[in-house]
């Protein structure tokens, strides 16, 4: 069987202006990373054409080690709505580094449903993630020059200064650390820290921005700390949002590559959804919905984390509104749900799956909140038995949402057809638009106990001192109508990453609540949710190598 990267390199890529012409782009318009890669203009982002088009949301199960496919199952579909007639576009995330070396190896889709050239995508791309990096770290740089100067400084406090920098690689050692050592010449000594920079606020705000000039409005809305007399600061009275939009100026503009179809796919901006909101960018949903009449996203990890958010703060911004939503499942996830041991996994067990279907049941409900019409698409892995395929189908029947095989690793599009004409036919015939899980002129604790309620199932939620100080603060700062991005685990329903399944009787617990008034929410945090993750015991990149030719071994 070959590998993932194996088949990537079988397939016989068009040049990129093949692929912009097929969706009506003039080649003298896209901006050339070699052959197959491109970033288009903003000016091909059409309002009339994109309220017009249909998007398809993706998201999945509560994800367990076993293995969803969202992304896959993502390409497929959209792979799939090509083969049978339908103009479509998939719409994508950029992958990290961190979770590329560290337990992924790779994040591009897999088997004959992935985007090319995978190693790029990968890898560093177009510089997307080292141009937001940079800018983030220039804000940081700007901090400390501020608090060092005698003739200009602000007189932030340094206690109070909340602003980390990243670097886009997972290594735990920089979660704390202490700047400014070294002398009066080095800078003055405070605590500080690094997040992963797909946690950085600049992300976010750069996929929930407009255009470039919307997004350095939301530069300098960035909170950074307070002054002795406790003024807020913001990176604007720094003057830093100019320099930091004019490093973004091309990392505004969406990437564009194909399938291994040969089909367009705009990837964009990469924000996790534990600790973000999860989902590619504004501006390259818009932009593939002006070129196609079918865009197919997704947003991270289960529907509990990327979609609510993607409803509740990505479309609330935007204006779009999903005319369907594609539930990905497995029967091994569903059995890890259920209790099955992770290391027969592969082994039939009907009970076990039985067991795990609440978890599928509840994500479901979910869907039917926010109003829109579901489908589930079964992943199908090789070693799936038909009674625990034909178990998932009638378990959905029951819930009266359709339950399809996508058998997209192996086949491709030509796995996901029935899926794709059920999709369509969903989408198609679904007339509403989202519903709003909360209003955000609600306080902060009436938002946060709304979605775990609701959405997570909770019985209620208990804020920590910190938090209820935290609330205070953002009140005070009147930032508090902002909608709220719940930091969680993504193992679990609740803020328990051991209580599988479909988890009862459990309080959610906010520790404390970040600001990010530039990427306009605010963060409740549970649990030990972290913003620079550390690698494994055995990192992906042990296995992850190249030759003297340059050909990349060990992205799976």
């Given at each position: 069987m070959k590998t993932d990267i194996e088949i990537a390199r079988s397939i016989k890529m068009k040049h990129i202006s093949e692929i912009a012409a097929s969706i009506g782009i003039d080649e003298d318009d896209i901006e050339l990373f070699g052959k197959y890669k491109a970033k288009i203009p903003?000016?091909?982002?059409?309002?009339?054409?994109?309220?017009?088009?249909?998007?398809?949301?993706?998201?999945?199960?509560s994800p367990t080690p076993a293995g969803e496919g969202k992304t896959t199952v993502s390409i497929g579909l959209s792979l799939g709505l090509n083969r049978i007639g339908k103009k479509s576009t998939v719409v994508l995330r950029e992958p990290s580094l961190g979770p590329v070396f560290g337990i992924k190896?790779?994040?591009?889709?897999?088997?004959?449903?992935?985007?090319?050239?995978?190693e790029d995508i990968n890898l560093h791309f177009t510089g997307d993630f080292s141009a937001i990096e940079k800018a983030n770290n220039l804000l940081s740089a700007l901090i400390d020059n501020n608090i060092q100067s005698k003739t200009r400084s602000l007189g932030i406090d340094p206690r109070t200064v909340l602003w980390k920098r990243v670097m886009d690689m997972n290594d735990r050692s920089l979660r704390n650390v202490i700047v400014g050592l070294g002398g009066t010449m080095s800078g003055v000594?405070?605590?500080?820290?690094?997040?992963?920079?797909?946690?950085?606020?600049?992300?976010?705000?750069?996929?929930?921005?407009?255009?470039?000039?919307?997004?350095?409005?939301?530069?300098?809305?960035?909170?950074?700390?307070?002054?002795?007399?406790?003024?807020p600061v913001f990176a604007r009275d720094l003057k830093a949002h100019g320099a930091m939009a004019a490093l973004l100026k091309?990392?505004?503009?969406?990437?564009?590559?194909?399938?291994?179809?040969?089909?367009p796919a705009i990837i964009h901006g990469g924000p996790f959804a534990n600790i973000a909101q999860g989902t590619n960018s504004v501006i390259a949903t818009r932009m593939g919905l002006s070129l196609s009449d079918y865009v197919v996203t997704e947003a991270g990890f289960g529907f509990d984390l990327g979609a609510e958010k993607f409803f509740d703060i990505k479309c609330g911004y935007s204006g779009l509104s999903p005319k369907a939503v594609v539930l990905v499942a497995t029967a091994r996830a569903l059995k890890y749900h259920g209790g099955a041991d992770p290391d027969r996994i592969r082994e039939p067990d009907t009970d076990a799956l039985r067991k795990g279907l609440p978890n599928l049941t509840k994500h479901i409900e979910n869907i039917s909140e926010f109003g829109i019409c579901a489908v589930v698409a079964i992943n199908r892995f090789e070693s799936d038995s038909g009674d625990e395929i034909k178990i998932i189908q009638e378990h959905c029947d029951d819930l009266g949402v359709e339950a399809v095989v996508a058998d997209v690793w192996s086949k491709g599009g030509g796995g996901a057809e029935e899926l794709a004409n059920v999709v369509a036919k969903t989408a198609d015939n679904c007339r509403n638009r989202f519903r709003p899980m909360y209003d955000w002129n609600w306080d902060i604790p009436k938002k946060v106990e709304t979605v775990a309620r609701k959405i997570y199932g909770a019985n209620a939620v208990d804020f920590t001192r910190?938090?209820?100080?935290?609330?205070?603060?953002?009140?005070?700062?009147?930032?508090?109508?902002?909608?709220?991005?719940?930091?969680?685990?993504?193992?679990?329903?609740?803020?328990?990453?051991?209580?599988?399944?479909?988890?009862?009787?459990?309080?959610?617990?906010?520790?404390?609540?970040?600001?990010?008034?530039?990427?306009g929410f605010v963060i409740?945090?549970?649990?030990?949710?972290?913003?620079?993750?550390?690698?494994?015991?055995?990192?992906?990149?042990?296995?992850?190598?190249?030759?003297?030719?340059?050909?990349?071994?060990?992205?799976?």
């Open positions: 903003l000016k091909y982002i059409d309002s009339d054409k994109y309220d017009k088009s249909t998007l398809i949301l993706v998201s999945a199960i190896g790779g994040a591009a889709g897999g088997g004959y449903s992935q985007v090319l050239p995978m000594p405070r605590e500080g820290g690094f997040n992963i920079t797909a946690a950085s606020e600049i992300m976010a705000a750069l996929c929930l921005a407009d255009d470039l000039q919307d997004l350095k409005k939301k530069l300098g809305n960035i909170f950074i700390g307070f002054t002795h007399d406790r003024k091309d990392a505004i503009k969406p990437n564009l590559v194909q399938t291994t179809g040969n089909t910190r938090a209820r100080a935290d609330l205070k603060k953002i009140e005070q700062l009147g930032l508090d109508k902002l909608p709220v991005c719940i930091a969680k685990t993504q193992k679990s329903l609740s803020d328990n990453p051991e209580l599988l399944g479909r988890p009862k009787d459990f309080i959610v617990t906010v520790r404390e609540i970040e600001v990010a008034a530039g990427a409740p945090i549970t649990g030990d949710i972290m913003r620079m993750p550390g690698l494994p015991a055995t990192p992906a990149a042990e296995g992850i190598d190249v030759d003297e030719d340059g050909n990349i071994t060990g992205l799976l």
